[in-house]
């Protein structure tokens, strides 16, 4: 009787594993192959690279497929100069990286962000009837420097942004660079362009939160970060003193602020002795 029992309660269990093995169940793979979320446009910033024991500036271009001469360009450097381990060097990026979403064409998105499409399909291998799939990355090549002229020094001060106390200066923060001026005030309080300019990017850029960069008619970029709402598109012009923008506490930030950057041929430089005293 208990040989019965036993042998009973065995065919159960198996005929419930039959039964369980048809139910699906979502495994951690099917999970992360999910389809993601179309993402907005996200700005290739400049990485920052701690140069290591035998780095050359060769070794690092030919790594991020960055010319070694930009890379140069970028720090101040000659192709000749040394570099040393614990450097921190800016590698330069290439554009913006866009993907795409449902109902975009490659003509939307050479519009919105002013680029010809013959360039965007070159800079994406692509051919013209080539079909555009959700969630693509593509290279959007804007430009965010101009040719090299006089020195910085000789330019027109520029006025601030937004008026308030200086809560993190340029330089090394926690070890790292911080590439700008964090500038406290209100949410909400309107953002001047800091010179007249052309909007080349606005719009979410990772840790800056919302972001509006300015090409002025030289060789100098402003940068303006964590904004609450952004009133400009790229390709558009815009006067000294114009809003752009509000303050807010996007991306990574512990509070509402600006986070300011002034850049001369992509090199970040402390923005104060560029702004009118």
Known sequence: MRRSSVFIVVILLLLTGVVLSGRAVAQPDEWLGAAPEPAAPVLSLPTYYRVAAGDTLCGIARRYGVGAALIAQANGLSLSDPIYAGQYLVVPAGGLTYRVVPGDTLWDIACRYGVPVEE??????????????????????????????????????????????????????????????????????????????????????????????????????????????????????????????????????????????????????????????
């Open 120 to 277: 965007l399909l070159r800079a994406n291998g692509l051919d013209a009837g080539a079909p555009l799939l959700v969630g693509t990355e593509l290279l959007v090549p804007v430009s965010l420097d101009a040719p090299e002229t006089q020195d910085r020094g000789d330019r027109e001060p520029l006025s601030w942004p937004v008026l308030g106390p200086v809560s993190s200066p340029f330089g090394l923060r926690d070890g790292r660079p911080h590439e700008g001026i964090d500038i406290a005030a209100l949410a909400g309080t309107p953002v001047r362009a800091a010179a007249g300019g052309r909007v080349v990017y606005a719009g979410p850029a990772g840790t800056y939160g919302l972001l509006v960069i300015l090409q002025h008619d030289d060789v100098r970029t402003t940068y303006y970060a964590h904004c609450n709402e952004v009133y400009v598109v790229p390709g558009q012009t815009v006067a000294a003193g114009e809003v752009i923008a509000t303050v807010g506490n996007t991306g990574r930030s512990t509070g509402p602020h600006l986070h300011f950057e002034v850049r001369v041929n992509g090199t970040p430089y402390d923005p104060v002795p560029f702004l009118r005293s």
